[in-house]
């Protein structure tokens, strides 16, 4: 995120034009002075920033659509009057008004070619109050130091972004976290480079009670078995799930209903980041650890998965470069720092940046 913002600082004022094509909505606020955006079988430029885009696109097409409202009620009401009156003797005025009719005719709007999914995380039951504990952890590749002496309390509902320069360590604590989770094989951790057959080397991991965790790993497109369907898939971790509700949690994630029946083995990097999520929904845990899960997402799956998370009554760990992200939902911050400690921050990402500035 340090790189982002520095993108941002040079980009504010350089002298030039700049046409930028990103997912990520506080990088466009932060840059733009113009929007092009390309929906309704067009393309409209709009002044100001993303957000302002969106309210001005909004409004823009809720006024077209109370138009027709409109128009639609008159053209009844004419054409009420007109089969009334057809055969009469009020020829003259009936033919006037199948001329209004003609002129209001309202004309068929655009369909938005923007999709947007629906993400919604629950919990089968939810866990003890005390989810988990971290004591002295120390992880190392041989003689390169990762992880030192990190010593944390987790409380259920917390939600905490995993924050620092890539490489840093943030993938290697959270499989030193799912190494010792009741639920995660470990043939889904990621093994980080110079993996050396152990996740921890010194302290402790302790799950509270009940925990039950779902896991979007950084890799996520290798856990997806291949030769199978998207549906087949999906259903191995909910056998008791019927077909109509796999294809419900499915369609929320924007496979069309032909699409539950494609194979695993062709699915983009976006498809399969959505399958994962509808694994998820499906599986309802109530800890999600989350590896950068924006990655190959576009701006408004981004913004639904933003929107899910803040609702979400689980404890979540995320790691991410995604700004509002973490600024609209993390409770609390763990900033991997360049000595190997990890700073643990209770409050927001704005706090944070504040408190950070203070020192």
């Not at 995320?318 to 921050?345: K, M, P, Q, S, Y």
Request: aromatic share 8%.
């Amino acid at each position: 995120m340090d790189s982002i913002h520095w993108l941002q600082g040079f980009l504010n004022v350089y002298d030039g034009v700049v046409i930028a094509i990103s997912h990520d909505r506080h990088f466009l606020n932060s840059i733009c002075t113009h929007i092009a955006d390309i929906d309704y079988e067009t393309i409209i430029t709009y002044t100001g920033t993303y957000d302002d885009m969106v309210v001005a696109k909004t409004q823009v097409r809720s006024q077209i659509e109370s138009q027709n409202a409109q128009r639609e009620k008159k053209i009844s009401q004419l054409n009420e009057f007109i089969a009334r009156f057809a055969a009469g003797t009020r020829s003259s005025q009936v033919q006037s008004r199948r001329k209004e009719v003609e002129r209001l005719a309202v004309n068929e709007l655009a369909r938005s070619n923007i999709q947007r999914p629906f993400i919604k995380f629950e919990q089968k039951r939810p866990s003890g109050k005390h989810i988990l504990e971290i004591e002295h952890l120390g992880k190392d590749y041989g003689e390169k130091k990762v992880i030192k002496n990190f010593t944390a309390s987790i409380i259920r509902g917390e939600k905490i972004a995993l924050m620092g320069r890539n490489g840093a360590g943030k993938t290697t604590l959270l499989n030193a976290i799912l190494a010792n989770s009741p639920t995660t094989p470990e043939a889904e951790l990621r093994k980080t480079s110079g993996y050396d057959g152990t996740f921890v080397d010194s302290g402790k991991v302790l799950w509270g009670h009940e925990a039950s965790i779902g896991y979007f790993a950084q890799d996520h497109r290798s856990l997806i078995e291949t030769g199978t369907t998207a549906i087949e898939w999906l259903h191995q971790w909910e056998p008791g799930a019927v077909t109509e509700e796999l294809r419900g949690i499915l369609g929320q994630m924007l496979f069309q209903r032909e699409e539950a029946t494609k194979s695993t083995t062709v699915l983009s990097g976006g498809e399969a980041a959505r399958l994962l999520f509808c694994k998820l929904m499906l599986q309802k845990p109530n800890v999600l650890i989350l590896d950068e899960p924006t990655n190959h997402l576009d701006l408004e799956s981004i913004n639904a998965l933003n929107i899910a998370l803040q609702k979400y009554q689980g404890t979540v760990f995320l790691v991410t470069h995604d700004h509002d992200l973490i600024d609209e939902v993390a409770t609390r911050i763990w900033h991997f720092e360049n000595d190997h400690h990890i700073t643990d921050f209770k409050g927001s990402y704005e706090d944070y940046q504040a408190a950070s500035v203070v020192v």
